[in-house]
């Protein structure tokens, strides 16, 4: 297991399998020293974890711990193209995609639940974009891409 393992394992968390994508792409490509992943959703075995908007289905809170979700399948992605975490030099950008309401302007807070299960995994800061959209696939309330540069 890797070190980046370890720490999530402190956490309680573990690197999922790889999410099967929905339509004609693949969970992330290495272009030279970099990998870029696809959307991610808030997947566990399958299963979307919730469906609905921030501001009004869902809470803050909840779509915290749905952006957790969707950064845990983005860490997973890049596993599946590198093989051993620990190759991962830095997180170089997460982009942030929150379902939401007309009223709803704390898409930096709910994106937060990624951008911490990434600085905890990984160590140092990334930069991002929290953007709040009127819908995602399949109705999920959040969705991270990430760029990650390895070695």
């Known amino acids: ?3 980046v393992e370890d720490r999530l394992a402190e956490l309680g968390l573990s690197v999922p399998e790889v999410t099967a994508p929905l339509a004609s792409y ?3 490509v290495i272009s030279g020293s970099c990998v870029y992943t696809s959307g991610q ?3 566990i075995s399958g299963a979307l974890q919730a469906t609905g908007r921030l501001g009004s289905e ?6 915290v711990s749905l952006a957790q979700i969707c950064g845990l399948n983005a860490i997973a992605a890049v596993k599946s193209v590198i093989g051993d975490l620990d190759r ?3 997180v170089v950008r997460v982009t942030g995609f929150v379902a939401s309401s007309p009223e709803f302007t704390s898409q930096p807070a709910v994106i937060n639940g990624a951008s ?3 600085g905890a995994a ?3 800061a990334h930069s991002r974009s929290a953007v709040g959209v009127a819908q ?3 109705g999920a309330p959040v969705e991270i891409d990430m760029i990650v540069e390895f070695k």
């Open 41 to 43: 959703l808030p997947f």
């Open 116 to 118: 911490n299960l990434l």
């Open 122 to 124: 990984f160590g140092g």
């Open 58 to 63: 869902i809470e803050v809170d909840e779509g």
């Open 1 to 3: 297991m890797s070190a």
């Open 136 to 138: 995602l696939p399949l």
């Open 26 to 28: 693949v969970p992330a």
């Open 88 to 90: 991962v030099v830095q």
